[in-house]
C-alpha cells in the first residue's frame, strides 16, 4: 500500500531528544526552541517567533491578540482547515466566510471588500497548498478599514509572494509542524510576530499570562500573573525533533518539489494538447521548480478530465501538496477507488466549513459555489520526501485511472 503520506526523519532527530533529555530541561523556552526560533527570524526576517504546541494553537494565539470578541467579525475562506475558525470562534468572533477563486482553492482577494462591515476586524486568509494569497490586495483593504491580517501559513513553509516570505506580511502569522507538513515535529506549531505592537503581550500569553520570559531575560525580578494566556509553549523534546529537520530544510524541499515536478510533466503530457481555439487555462505561468523562468500554461481542449493547479505568478510554490481537480464528485470518486484498488490513497478535503455542523445554522446563508466545487471535486496525490522510486507505480496507476 502506497499511503498518502509518512513522516519524514533525517536520521538526527533522536540525537538531539536524546541531548534534551540528557540536559536535564525538558519543559519549554528551552535551547531547541531557541534555536528553531532564531533560525526562522534570520532566515525569512520574522520578527518574533513563538514556537507553539500546534498551528491550532498558534491561531488561538492570534485570535487572542487581536483582541476580537462577541460581536467581532472575521472573514476566512471557508476552504480550510477547522482551526482557522475555530481560534477566532472561541473568542466570541462572528465569522464571515469567503468563497475560493474560481480557478483555486485560495479567498477571491477582489471579493473580500464586499463582506467588509463596520464590525470586521480581522482577516485571515489561507495560503492553500502553500501557494500566497494574493497579499497586496489583502493588505490594502486591510489597511483602507483598519483590519488585522492573521495569515494561516500552515502549509506555508519557505513559500514567498512576489519575493516576501509567506508568514511575514500579515499582522500575525501561523505555521504547522503537523507530521503532515513538509518539516514536521509530529504536532507542533510557531506564532510569528511581525507587528512590534504585539511581542510583549504574545510572549505573556504564550506562558500561561504570566512574564515568565522577561523574568528569565532578567528584565524584571520577579514574575507573576498579568494577562490571559494558555500553555502554549512545546517541551524541548519537540523543538529537538524540529531542529533536526530544519537542519535538512533545503533537502526536504529539494525532494519534495522533485517529486512535484514529475506529477507535473507526466499529468501535462496527459492532458489535450491546446489546439488554436481552445480555451487557455488562466493566463498565469506555472513556474516550475529550480526553473522558475520556464512558464507553463496548462492546455485544455473541450472539457479536460482532470485541472492541474494554477500558481499564480506572484507566488511560489513550496510543494506542499499536489492536487487535481476533476469535473465533478463522480469522476473523482470514482478516480480515488481506482487508485484505492490499486492500493494507492488519494485524499481530498475540506468539507465547506460554512455547512458544517457546527457552523451550518451561524452562517449567512451565501451560497460559497467555488469552495464547494474545490469539496466535491479535488485529490491530493501521495507527495512526502521518502516517496521515492514508489512514485513510478503512482504515475502508471494514475494513468489506467484516468481512462
Ligand atoms: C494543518 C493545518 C492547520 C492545523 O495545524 P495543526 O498544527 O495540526 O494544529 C491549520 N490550518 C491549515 C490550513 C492547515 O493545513
Request: net charge negative; hydrophobic share 40%.
Amino acid at each position: 500500500m502506497i499511503h498518502f503520506n509518512r513522516p519524514y526523519m533525517t536520521g538526527k532527530e533522536t540525537e538531539y531528544i536524546r541531548q534534551a533529555v540528557l540536559g536535564g530541561k525538558i519543559s519549554g523556552n528551552g535551547e531547541f526552541t531557541h534555536r528553531c526560533q532564531d533560525y526562522f527570524e534570520k532566515r525569512y526576517g520574522f520578527r518574533k517567533c513563538l514556537l507553539t504546541t500546534s498551528c491550532t494553537d498558534a491561531l488561538e494565539m492570534a485570535a487572542i491578540l487581536t483582541g476580537v470578541g462577541p460581536g467581532d467579525e472575521v472573514i476566512i475562506p471557508s476552504y480550510t482547515f477547522v482551526s482557522t475558525a475555530l481560534a477566532f470562534i472561541r473568542c466570541g468572533a462572528t465569522i464571515v466566510f469567503a468563497d475560493s477563486r474560481a480557478d483555486e482553492p485560495n479567498l477571491d482577494a477582489t471579493k473580500i471588500e464586499l463582506l467588509v462591515t463596520p464590525r470586521t476586524k480581522v482577516i485571515a486568509p489561507v495560503h492553500y497548498a502553500g501557494c500566497a494569497c494574493d497579499m497586496d490586495a489583502i493588505m490594502e483593504i486591510a489597511e483602507k478599514h483598519n483590519l488585522l491580517v492573521v495569515e494561516d501559513a500552515a502549509q506555508a513553509i519557505d513559500s514567498y509572494y512576489n519575493g516576501r516570505p509567506l508568514g511575514s506580511i500579515g499582522h500575525l502569522a501561523a505555521f504547522s509542524f503537523h507530521e503532515t507538513k513538509n518539516i514536521i515535529s509530529g504536532e507542533g506549531g510557531m506564532l510569528v510576530v511581525n507587528d512590534e505592537r504585539f511581542i510583549r503581550r504574545a510572549e505573556i500569553i504564550w506562558e500561561k499570562g504570566t512574564n515568565r520570559a522577561e523574568f528569565f531575560r532578567g528584565e524584571v525580578n520577579k514574575y507573576g500573573w498579568v494577562d490571559t494566556g494558555s500553555s502554549f509553549l512545546p517541551t524541548e523534546i519537540v523543538s529537538a525533533f524540529l531542529w533536526a529537520q530544519l537542519e535538512h530544510l533545503d533537502e526536504i524541499q529539494a525532494e519534495r518539489k522533485r517529486l512535484w515536478n514529475r506529477y507535473w510533466d507526466f499529468l501535462s503530457g496527459l492532458l489535450p494538447a491546446a489546439g488554436e481555439d481552445a480555451p487557455r487555462y488562466g493566463e498565469d505561468t506555472v513556474p516550475r521548480y529550480g526553473a522558475d523562468t520556464v512558464p507553463r500554461c496548462v492546455p485544455a481542449r473541450g472539457v479536460p478530465k482532470f485541472t492541474l493547479p494554477r500558481i499564480p505568478a506572484y507566488a511560489t510554490n513550496n510543494a506542499h501538496m499536489f492536487y487535481l481537480t476533476f469535473p465533478d464528485l463522480a469522476k473523482r470518486t470514482d478516480f480515488i477507488a481506482k487508485m484505492k484498488a490499486r492500493d494507492i490513497l488519494t485524499v481530498f478535503h475540506y468539507l465547506p466549513l460554512h455547512s458544517s455542523e457546527f457552523y451550518k445554522a451561524k452562517h449567512d446563508g451565501r451560497e460559497l459555489p467555488n469552495c464547494d466545487r474545490f469539496s466535491d471535486t479535488l485529490v491530493r496525490l501521495p507527495l512526502y520526501a521518502g516517496l521515492g522510486p514508489d512514485q513510478d507505480k503512482v504515475l502508471a496507476a494514475i494513468k489506467e485511472s484516468l481512462v
